[in-house]
């Protein structure tokens, strides 16, 4: 199986500073089906990017995704406060599926 | 847009089995692949396995083979989770997943928890 391997584990930034977020993966991913997911405390998880550099509807373009083969980043260029939370990555172009441990951005 | 509407919390006593339900409203899931997903108190998420409903093939991860079965009924794409020899490491959130032709899950449920003791 495809092992994700996120870093950093913690985050602590202020509003208004750039963040970026890393996911690289044991294997090649197939097709850049990597995609980046918002989570927030008692919430479903969000899908923020699809196809490793994607928007999903309605994702504000603060949100940017870029990589391809093993490294993967996602980029949230000035933080909002509502963007406080933890982001995963999912591979779904192989089974079984996988998910990174997720990294989480809190408030500095 | 579609969503997902999902059954309510459940408590399980060990070695019991539970059956989750994920109703599609506002739409159908028939271009849909379903996908559940748990999430145990304060951890990471974990990918358990899905289904295309329009074909009824299923697809789990190794982990839960044997104790896991994802089904669907066709004339409601109304999707399912039966976990089976339930555990207390069980307990966790259960979460159903739409990926629009099998692509990235756009589309989720509100979560379903699942306590399993004694």
């Known amino acids: 199986e495809i092992v994700l391997t996120q870093s950093p584990g913690t985050l602590s930034l202020s509003p208004g500073e750039r963040a970026t977020l890393s996911c690289r993966a044991s294997?090649?991913?197939?097709?850049?089906?990597l995609a980046w997911f918002q989570q927030k405390p008692g919430q479903a998880p969000r899908l923020l990017i699809y196809g490793a550099s994607s928007r999903a509807t309605g994702i504000p373009d603060r949100f940017s995704g870029s990589g391809s083969g093993t490294d993967f980043t996602l980029t949230i260029s000035r933080l909002e406060p509502e963007d406080f939370a933890v982001y995963y990555c999912q591979q779904y172009g192989r089974s079984p599926q996988t998910f990174g441990q997720g990294t989480k951005v809190e408030i500095k | 847009q579609v969503q997902l509407v999902q059954s309510g919390a459940e408590v399980k006593k060990p070695g019991s089995s539970v059956k989750v339900s994920c109703k599609p409203s506002g739409g159908t899931l028939s271009s849909y692949a379903i996908s559940w997903v748990r999430q145990a108190p304060g951890q990471g998420l974990e990918w358990m396995g899905a289904i295309i409903p329009i074909f009824g093939t299923e697809n789990y991860a190794q982990k839960f083979q044997g104790r896991v079965t994802i089904t669907a009924d066709e004339s409601t794409t109304t999707g399912y989770m039966e976990l089976s020899s339930l555990r207390s490491d069980d307990t966790a959130v259960y979460y159903c997943a739409g990926g629009w032709g099998g692509g990235a899950f756009d589309i989720w449920g509100q979560g379903t928890m699942v306590t399993v003791s004694a």
């Open positions: 294997q090649s991913v197939t097709s850049s089906y």
